[in-house]
């Protein structure tokens, strides 16, 4: 099955950092752009950042830019994402997905491919 495997969620204090993890299941990543996104408790899924294939080009959502890192390794199929300075709002499920998304809020329903199910960031003192 064609999917990615998200890990690296876990408790976080407030201003603490995580290092989470995507990894491409049954298939390569290198031709795909990728994108992380979270769903907060009762919120809507929403667009965090996204890298191209090449890993030149990164877009990050304003409420992390500054705080989180977008990564990708292609040779091992998977996507970083770096979160630092947690707040108690950066709490939810994060996913990945492959496919276009520069377009943060667009790509959160539409044109994304292997959604995975996602690892659970708790920030919380």
């Known amino acids: 099955q064609q999917q990615f495997v998200e890990s690296g969620g876990g408790l976080a204090q407030p201003g603490g950092s995580l290092r989470l993890s995507c990894a491409a299941s049954g298939f390569t990543l290198d031709n795909y752009a990728i994108g992380w996104f979270r769903q907060a408790p009762g919120k809507e899924r929403e667009g965090v950042s996204c890298?191209?294939?090449?890993?030149?080009?990164?877009k990050y959502a304003d409420s992390v830019k500054g705080r989180f890192t977008i990564s990708r390794d292609n040779a091992k199929s998977t996507v970083y994402l770096e979160v630092n300075s947690l707040k108690p709002e950066d709490t939810g499920v994060y996913y990945c997905?492959?496919?276009?998304?520069?377009?943060?809020?667009?790509?959160?329903?539409?044109?994304?491919?292997?959604w995975g199910k996602g690892t659970l960031v708790t920030v919380s003192s």
């Open positions: 997905a492959a496919g276009p998304c520069s377009d943060l809020v667009y790509s959160v329903k539409y044109g994304m491919n292997y």
């Open positions: 890298i191209s294939s090449s890993g030149i080009y990164i």
